[in-house]
Nanobody, 119 residues
Framework: QVELVESGGGLMQSGGSLKLSCAAS????????IVWYRQAPGKGRDAIAC????????NYTDSVKGRFSISRDSIKNTVYLQMNSLKLEDTATYYC????????????WGQGTQVTVSS
């Protein structure tokens, strides 16, 4: 059974850093693509970073490029999102999702973790 569990969210001041984790079970993260999404209050859920393939190819949306970094640990079967230089507009609920390729429709979701950036 596929399960995705996010953790690591919290309250951080603008300019700070947080590292989110997406612990996967029921499949091997190296065999699929994991996408981090975020949903700000009153807005839709947007993909911001993905990692996939044996090579671990990554892709980022422009708003987080250069500040966020997605990575994975095959031993822990976990995907991470390192978030640096946080901005107020990064405040959102962050979700990880399993899919086949970056840009593909998600197959399964985690429950989400809240990130709040304060001034």
């Amino acid at each position: 059974q596929v399960e995705l569990v996010e953790s690591g969210g919290g309250l951080m001041q603008s300019g700070g850093s947080l590292k989110l984790s997406c612990a996967a079970s029921g499949f091997t993260v190296e065999d699929y693509t994991i996408v981090w999404y975020r949903q700000a209050p009153g807005k839709g859920r947007d993909a911001i970073a993905c990692i996939g393939g044996r090579e671990g190819i990554t892709n980022y949306t422009d708003s987080v490029k250069g500040r966020f970094s997605i990575s994975r640990d095959s031993i822990k079967n976990t995907v991470y999102l390192q978030m640096n230089s946080l901005k107020l507009e990064d405040t959102a609920t962050y979700y990880c999702a399993l899919t086949g390729v970056c840009g593909g429709d998600p197959w399964d979701w985690g429950q989400g973790t809240q990130v709040t950036v304060s001034s």
